[in-house]
Structure formats: C-alpha cells, structure tokens
C-alpha cells in the first residue's frame, strides 16, 4: 500500500507541476505578446516624429512657455446674375500666454479690446492645428457675422459702390465647422513643426507633396429684406435697388466632402532662420439645400468646386528661444447657376517663446 500511495502521490505531483508549467509557460506567452503589442504601438507612435538629423534638428526640452499674438481676418461674398456684395467684420486682435509639454501646446488668446471677456467670445470661434512629422490635422469651428460691414456692392447698373462702404449689417450670419486631415509624404527630411510649432529646426532647406482628406459644414443666413432696405437707404431716391431673386435666401446649409494635395517648402536661409511656404487645393464635393424668398422654392445639388489652404511661416529657432510669425489662409467656395459664394478667413500669429527643461539623453550628451 505505501508503494501505492507514493506512485500515485508522485503522479499527483508531476501533474500538478506539469499544469502550473503550462500556466506559467501560458502567462509568459501572453505576456510576451503583450509586451510584443505594446513595443510595436511604442514604435508606431514614435515613427511620426522618426526624422533624419541631418536634415531636422529634434526639440532638445520638455517644456516651452510664449506669447502670442493672433490677427484674425475673413472676407464673405455673395452674387447672383451680375451682382455683388461683399461682406466681412473688422480685423480682431488677440494676445495671451501658451504653455507646452511635449505634443501638447495649451493656451488662451483676450481680445484686446475687452479682454476676452465678451459674451459668447469663447463660443464664436476655435481653431486648431496640430502638427506631427507625418501628419497634420486642422479642426475649426466659427461662427461669426453680426459685425459684418458691407465693404463692396456691384448691383448690376450704375451705381457707385462706395456709397456702401463701412456700413454696418448685422443680417448675415456665418457657420463653419470642420476637419482637415493630410498626410506628409517626405516627413523624415521636411518638417511642419519647424515652421508652425517650433518644436523642430529645419536645417537643411526641403519640401515635400502633401495629400488629405477632409469634412466641413456650412450655414448661411441672410435678412435679405434688411440688406436691401440698408442699400436703398444710401441710394438716390429716383433709383430703386432690387437685389437679384438667386440672393434672396434665408439660409443655405451645405456639406462639404474633399480631397486635397499640395506642396510645402522650408527655405533656411541663415543658420537657424527658416521660411516655409504652403499650398494644399482641395477638390470638394459638395450637396445643399438653401430656402429662397419663395419658401417652396428650394433648390438642391451636388456640386465640385475648388477651395484652398494656404501657410506662410518664418522664424528664428536655436533651440533654446525662438521669434517669428505664420499665417493660414482658407478659401470656401460653391457655385450654381444661380448663385455664388466665397468665404476667405485665416489668421496671423506673432510669437515669442522660451524652451527649458532639457531631455534627459541631451543632459548626458552635456556632461
């Protein structure tokens, strides 16, 4: 029996070990393969910042503070059949701190007339950019208007369109919100961020072809019974204006499906200076529905046209401090037999910041 009960004691044993071996070989397995998944999406995350040093110098720091100054602008412009009006508000100016750690760059701009502290000023406008070695992506949202002045009117006859120049109407109100995403072709010798959020330095000039894809939706309403009582009012007496019927609208919504390409250029033109020039055209699609005066008589289309997007940027970078200033400019554009629109908006940014915190692998390189 004692024989027995150590055959099956040792049997008990050996099954016991077999199985925790297995559960052990089990959990090294899975955590091999954990540990093989997470290398490669380490990998993956570091590959759109991989770049060539001979040609792109990488941020040295950690963290960066500056102080910017934002100029914005827009241009809005409507005609049907000959005639004409062209809309936009006064330029705003904008300043205030940033803060950035690593790819994350945070901030707030006041506007200098009031501070920012303006009803609504949170809501009316967002705009980002974010740039990576491989990609960029650009999200805005807008909604401006009720301070447009009429800059331009061409009525079809003879009528001097300086007349209306500077009025103020508040009968127009502008929507935008949208997504823009493109691709860096040549990312490991070209650099976005040297020029747009200076946490490279190009130092070799380059370029590269650049291809997107892209969503926005639009809104427009109009008082159009408002805006030709504001003309009438500037116009002689014996001359009645009638605004074409393709513009007597009271709100148009359209969406905006593109694909995009385009070419990008840094030139460093001294050490440590850079100028980069940008150009994406965008083929969109693009499907509406507006109401007329008439409100049974809509109209709907799918239409391609063109829009823009256009960078200019120039700084001076050391790695330690940098100054310059950058611009984007957009252009949103439909047509249909009856009816044209053009809405240009962009914005113009002055800085200076200040880098610290040195990574650790340049600290060593330092000791």
Known sequence: ???????????????????????????????????????????????????????????????????QLTRTYENFVIGSNGQQITLSPDGLTKIGPYFGWRWFFLGYTFDIKDLGFSKNSLLRQFDLSIYSSQVGVDLFYRRTGSDYKIRDVKLGYDVDGDLYEGIPFGGVNVGMTGLNAYYIFNHGRFSYPAAFSQSTCQKVSCGSWLAGAGYTQNTLTMAFDELQDVLQ????????????????????????????????????????????????????????????????????????????????????????????????????????????????????????GYNFGLKKRYRKNRQ
């Open 233 to 352: 009012e500037k116009t002689a007496e014996e001359m009645e204006v009638k605004l074409d019927s393709g513009m007597m609208f009271n709100s148009i919504k359209y969406n905006d499906f593109f694909l995009s390409g385009g070419y990008a250029y840094n030139w460093v033109f001294a050490k440590n200076f850079l100028f980069c020039a940008s150009a994406q055209v965008a083929l969109a699609y693009k499907t509406s529905y507006g109401k007329t005066e008439n409100e049974k008589e809509g109209f709907d289309f799918a239409k391609v046209n063109l829009d823009g997007i256009w960078r200019f940027g120039m700084v001076y970078n050391n790695t330690r401090w940098y100054v310059g200033w950058s611009a984007i400019l957009r252009s949103n554009n439909y047509r249909t037999s009856r009816f044209t629109a053009n809405n240009i908006f962009g914005s113009f940014n002055a800085y200076i």
């Open 1 to 67: 029996m004692r024989g027995l009960r150590g055959i099956l004691v040792s049997a008990g044993c050996w099954l016991v070990a077999s199985a925790f071996a297995e559960v052990t070989d089990t959990i090294r397995t899975d955590s091999a393969e954990k540990h093989h998944e997470i290398s490669a999406l380490r990998k993956t995350i570091r590959g759109f910042d991989r770049l060539q040093d001979e040609y792109i110098e990488p941020q040295h720091y950690e963290f960066t503070v500056m102080m």
